[in-house]
């Protein structure tokens, strides 16, 4: 299959691509680089376009002939200072993705998320109101609603990714996930830090079965599905986790959030019904499966 990774210099985007690549695909990777990293391709084998997918003059630069895109690349940041900039640069690169994928033929997976669900109820159901908390949030709502549009004349699947974690995910920096920056901070030896008191709750889903999902998507039926554990864990629940793992007993140094809780997600936890039933998902990964897998490479 010949296929077209954008953001796939990024986090999710590269763990794609290698995989797409060791499963035989002839795979192209578009990356402006503003947030990736080329680092996260090494050992990849196929072409590199450096090019911004939000500006149409750039889109030149893709080859033709493609079946399947793979829609990566966004501004992720919920923090990003720049709101205008983060809606164009979101809303009119998903647009040129449609265009290329009419064109092509080719089926279109992209990357939606669960912050859009914001400080809704849980278990996040596909289909619940949405409570719009972050700007990225309200572009990838807007992303998923022109999505619904072309559902009926061309293959377009929306992964709604929850807290994903996991390799190559350090050049995020901030925005990176927090078993990352928890464990980074346990394996210098200092006290983990998370807001008060710990109860809040993340749904933490490895980077294994996210890529896994999102193949999986090329066989399902058009749609928005989660991607999620369909399990809530806390802040204190999660460094209990990495201190089983890394066999230490540090415990939690609590400090006050520093966010507005009208734009701070408390909890996100997937329902996974959906998902299960029309992507054919299920992790195989458990939380501390993948944080015993991930721990060993984070430095």
Not at 156 to 174: C, M, Q, T
Not at 220 to 247: M, Q, R
Request: hydrophobic residues 35%; positive net charge; contains cysteine.
């Amino acid at each position: 299959m010949r296929c077209l990774v954008t953001g796939g210099a990024g986090f999710i985007g590269s763990n794609l691509t290698i995989e797409l690549e060791k499963r035989g695909n002839e795979v192209m990777v578009v990356d402006s680089l503003l947030t990736g990293n080329k680092d996260n391709l090494k050992g990849f084998n196929g072409k590199f376009i450096n090019a911004d997918i939000s500006k149409e003059e750039e889109l030149k630069k893709i080859p033709d002939n493609l079946e399947a895109v793979f829609h990566e690349a966004a501004i992720t940041d919920p923090r990003f200072k720049d709101d205008k900039e983060m809606l164009r640069a979101n809303i009119e690169g998903f647009k040129n993705m449609i265009a290329l994928a009419k064109k092509n033929k080719a089926k279109l997976v992209y990357a939606s998320t669960a912050n859009l669900y914001g400080n809704g109820p849980v278990p996040m159901k596909e289909s619940q109101k949405k409570d719009i908390i972050t700007v990225y949030g309200k572009s990838k709502l807007m992303m998923d609603n022109i999505a619904e549009k072309y559902s009926d004349n061309m293959h377009i699947v929306g992964l709604r990714y929850f807290n994903v974690f996991g390799p190559k995910e350090a050049s995020k920096g901030r925005s990176a996930s927090m078993i990352y920056h928890l464990a980074k901070q346990m394996k210098a030896n200092k006290r983990p830090r998370i807001f008060k008191w710990g109860q809040q709750k993340r749904d933490h889903i490895y980077v294994k079965d996210a890529v896994r999902a999102t193949l999986l998507a090329l066989k399902a039926k058009s749609g928005i599905y989660n991607v999620g554990t369909g399990i809530g864990t806390s802040f204190n629940e999660l460094i209990k986790a990495l201190n089983d793992v890394l066999k230490t007993n540090y415990q939690p140094e609590y400090f006050d959030s520093p966010y507005d809780t009208q734009t701070y997600q408390v909890n996100t936890q997937a329902d996974t019904t959906k998902s299960k039933e029309f992507l054919n998902f299920e992790c195989k990964y458990s939380l501390k499966e993948g944080i015993k897998e991930y721990v060993e490479m984070i430095e």
